[in-house]
């Protein structure tokens, strides 16, 4: 009995304990009952950023914001924070201020504006307490900043993380804090359009509410007159920088350190109001600083542990609970912003370690800065690249005749004393050339550049290709050119002729065969005629010899004297003697016998 006795003891002792874990668990939750707003509805004023230029002090000009280089300091620790109590004489005679002071030597390696719970938060409308988000980051110090939503968590005003644009309040004037990527701070107030530049953009961002320090000198006035006397849930504007309360605010000294402002209190109970805030801040070296988020949002975290009293109740009215809040402002190990160095370093210890050809805080810019290089190239990691056609350590020299493109390492291809373009290797002909590389000699007929006027010689002779003179001495291709073109013309002539005489030619009723057949047999015949008259005239011939050897004419005596006869007789009639005298044609011819004698 005694054993089970002990047992049910020990499981009434588990039980307890289980039962106040939960209870602590659900003390350890805010109320959130330290609401300190300022504005009713909405955040910010309703008017322009032009309305806050034209309503500002004549000696700040156009100017509506302040920029001071940061401290780039790497010999000394990231950070260095301080515990201060300080008394504040007010109409009862004095209260004593609790807070936290923390100065931060490299505000661009070593603070990042963090999301609630880390990136996305503010897309998801997420509340989560100063010191979650501090641990997930490895948060050396951590506080609140910018103002949310009480009722959607929905974060207020600009946030800029780490680089990244995480919502933009639209030109929403209210007071900015923010660091640009060379290390520029700035306070104040900012249009959309210097929000969203992108020359020296934001790497981080947030809004605030009242412009404590301009310069050296409390701007609360001009602040409130700036960004409005809306009502909101605790009063007017006006009270919000009256009223006591916790606060937190941010600023720099004229180092260029950052200077993270944290103090307790509760609201019209404990703490400061925002004039004496900004007096407390000027005393310390302040010179430009803004309110942050305050009330019972006011937090400040060392190492991932509340170090602030917080002026939120628990569930356990006889404690006091951090509230879940929006962004925070992160002091940590340094880091390189952006962490890649721009992709052109690498990061040690913090510092960008830029590649060749690189320089700057974040290995943003090359050595080879324009206009170095003119404008016929562009700055590169290696120096100038010139663009095609171009030469020289800044690009201010064409390519050498006869070269081109890129680097002026191609060769030009033109002939005849052609120019060579620097950019495309495209060849300019001198007169009398053309084509492609200027190669081929104007045609017969024509000269000068790209070979368009036409030569005016009588009879259409050629002319001087590069001139156009008339009285030109052709070259031997030329020649040779125009002889075969002569003879390949003079043969077409004749073709011609040809053509034309065998169209007029009568069609002949023989062919030539049947010509030459009749010239053949008639040839045949007077030949045959000749030898046959050749025959004839032979026997002729010899007849004739042989008739003068035997045949003699017969004559008689008496007829021989038939001359006196005739004188003496009567006269014949000349019948008569006509046939006496052709006796001869009558053949009287004698001829001997041939066995006497004469």
Not at 358 to 381: I, K, M, N, R, Y
Not at 459 to 479: I, K, R, V, Y
Request: aromatic share 8%.
């Amino acid at each position: 009995m005694a054993a089970e006795s002990v047992k049910c003891s020990y499981l009434w002792l588990l039980l307890w304990l289980c039962v106040r874990a939960s209870e602590t668990k659900n003390t350890r939750h805010s109320m959130d009952d330290d609401i300190l707003r300022p504005y009713t509805h909405g955040h910010g004023p309703s008017h322009s950023h032009r309305y806050v230029r034209d309503c500002q002090p004549i000696i700040y000009g156009n100017s509506t914001h302040e920029s001071w280089r940061s401290s780039s300091s790497t010999g000394q620790p990231v950070a260095e924070s301080r515990v201060f109590v300080t008394d504040v004489e007010d109409r009862n005679g004095g209260r004593s201020v609790y807070g936290h002071m923390t100065v931060v030597h490299d505000p661009l390696r070593t603070v990042s504006v963090l999301e609630p719970g880390g990136p996305d938060g503010c897309s998801m409308n997420h509340k989560v307490s100063v010191e979650e988000t501090a641990k997930a980051a490895g948060c050396l110090y951590a506080q609140n900043a910018g103002f949310f939503n009480t009722k959607s968590s929905e974060c207020l005003g600009n946030v800029v993380s780490n680089g990244r644009l995480v919502q933009d309040s639209g030109g929403l004037q209210n007071a900015q804090f923010g660091i640009r990527k060379d290390g520029t701070l700035v306070f104040g107030y900012l249009s959309q359009e210097e929000v969203l530049d992108q020359s020296n953009p934001f790497v981080q961002l947030v809004s605030g509410v009242i412009w404590l320090l301009r310069n050296g000198d409390i701007y609360i006035k001009h602040s409130l007159e700036a960004e409005c006397n809306k009502t909101q849930e605790t009063g007017s504007l006006q009270y919000f920088a009256d009223v006591v309360s916790a606060r937190t605010a941010v600023g720099h000294d004229a180092d260029g350190k950052l200077i993270l402002f944290q103090i307790d209190g509760q609201t019209r109970a404990r703490g400061m109001n925002l004039w004496e805030l900004a007096e407390f801040l000027k005393n310390n070296g302040v010179i430009n600083a803004i309110n942050l988020d305050g009330g019972g949002s006011s937090t400040y975290v060392v190492n991932g542990s509340l170090a602030s009293y917080p002026s939120d109740s628990c569930s356990d009215s006889r404690w006091r609970c951090s509230r879940n809040i929006s962004t925070v402002l992160c002091v940590h190990e340094r880091r390189c912003q952006p962490a890649n160095c721009s992709g052109h370093g690498e990061c040690v210890n913090g510092n960008c370690r830029c590649q060749k050809g690189w320089q700057g805080v974040t290995c943003d810019s090359l050595f080879c800065q324009p206009p170095a290089c003119g404008p016929h190239g562009v700055c590169s990691e290696d120096g100038c690249v010139c663009d095609a056609g171009w030469r020289g350590k800044n690009c201010s020299q064409e390519c050498l005749p006869g070269f081109y493109g890129d680097g002026c390492r191609q060769t030009c291809s033109c002939a005849n004393g052609a120019t060579c373009d620097p950019v495309h290797g495209r060849c300019t002909c001198p007169p009398g050339f053309h084509g492609e590389t200027c190669k081929q000699v104007c045609p017969l007929g024509f000269f000068g550049p790209s070979c368009a006027q036409e030569c005016l010689c009588d009879n259409s002779c050629p002319c001087d290709p590069q001139t156009g003179s008339c009285n030109a001495t052709l070259d031997g291709e030329t020649n040779y050119t125009l002889h075969k073109a002569g003879h390949c013309l003079a043969k077409q002539i004749f073709t011609s002729w040809k053509q034309e005489e065998d169209a007029n030619r009568e069609t002949p009723y023989l062919t030539e065969r049947s010509w030459l057949i009749i010239t053949a047999v008639l040839a045949a015949l007077l030949v045959f005629s000749l030898i046959v008259h050749l025959v004839q005239a032979c026997r002729t011939s010899g007849a004739s010899r042989f008739s003068e050897r035997r045949d003699y004419p017969y004559i008689p005596l008496g007829n021989m004297n038939g001359a006196d006869s005739c004188a003496r007789g009567p006269k014949r009639s000349g019948k008569e003697s006509f046939g006496l005298e052709d006796s001869d044609s009558q053949d009287e011819v004698w001829s001997p016998p041939r066995s006497g004698r004469l």
